[in-house]
């Protein structure tokens, strides 16, 4: 698994407001990223599916990302029959965002909860704001700067127009605190079969300091309470929609019937089998 800082690692200027044509002819699956900048992701082929401390998200090129700066995972699939995956990455940073609400008279915002992550669907507007921003990507010189911070401000009136002054203030939002951000990830992610590292990333932790506060706050190990929320769950999926134990194993986390079967007794004492019948 690769850890990507962006908007460093595409050797762009430093500057306030950033964009990027992100052509590749390769999947990738699970990604770090670390985003310095906010970013919206403009996806033109492919699929993307994200990870942060809110529930995952999956798009196709009828939708677009909004994503706060901080830790994510990425996981990028190409589209068929081209084989290829691009996306239209435009960065800003917090000044610009505080900046344009000032300019806007935005500035005295409503404590709301912090959105890391918002899926947006494309209408006629935005997809021809996207093929001008394409075209702003292979401008050079001084007028880039200057062009780019007025397509910034186009989209952004644009969606607080569409979306209510609530989708600016909702980007401002206050920061959380660790245990709130650790128990956001964990509830979010945990039917995903995410590994320790990589849900300890999404929180900004180490694994140590992770299992140290996870501890702390649901009062048993990780692999314990991971354990028994995908029992649950398949208990569930037994009960209610009619699934067959050999179907399920894998997909919360087994390797084998066997081992889902054993833990499932230790649970409920009873086999998966005999608790569907039962129930």
Not at 10 to 24: G, W
Request: hydrophobic residues 35%.
């Amino acid at each position: 698994m690769k850890t990507a800082s962006l908007p460093e690692d595409l050797a762009l200027s430093k500057t306030e407001i950033e964009v990027f044509d992100y052509n590749v002819s390769h999947a990738c699956e699970k990604n770090k990223i670390i985003l310095t900048q906010n970013t919206f992701s403009f996806l033109q082929e492919g699929l993307k599916e994200v990870n942060t401390n809110s529930s995952p998200i999956t798009i196709d090129n009828s939708s677009f990302l909004l994503m706060k700066s901080g830790h994510c995972l990425m996981t990028e699939k190409l589209s068929a029959p081209k084989r290829t995956y691009r996306s239209i990455l435009l960065f800003f940073s917090d000044e610009s965002l505080l900046a344009f609400g000032h300019k806007y008279n935005f500035q005295n915002s409503p404590c709301l909860e912090l959105m890391p992550i918002q899926q947006l669907a494309y209408d006629e507007f935005t997809k021809s704001y996207v093929k001008g921003l394409k075209e702003i990507a292979s401008v050079k010189g001084a007028a880039r700067s200057k062009l780019l911070q007025v397509k910034f401000e186009e989209i952004m009136l644009y969606l607080t127009e569409i979306y209510g002054p609530e989708f600016y203030y909702s980007l401002l939002g206050e920061l959380d605190l660790k245990s709130n951000k650790l128990m956001r990830v964990v509830e979010n992610n945990k039917l995903d079969r995410l590994t320790l590292t990589e849900l300890a990333f999404l929180c900004h932790m180490s694994i140590s300091s992770f299992k140290r506060e996870f501890e702390k706050q649901y009062g048993c190990s990780p692999i314990k309470w991971f354990q028994d929320q995908r029992l649950i769950h398949s208990a569930f999926l037994l009960k209610t929609k009619k699934a067959r134990p050999s179907d399920l194993y894998y997909q919360i986390g087994y390797e084998s019937l066997s081992n889902f079967t054993q833990a499932f007794k230790k649970k409920f004492g009873s086999t998966p089998k005999q608790y569907q019948l039962k129930n």
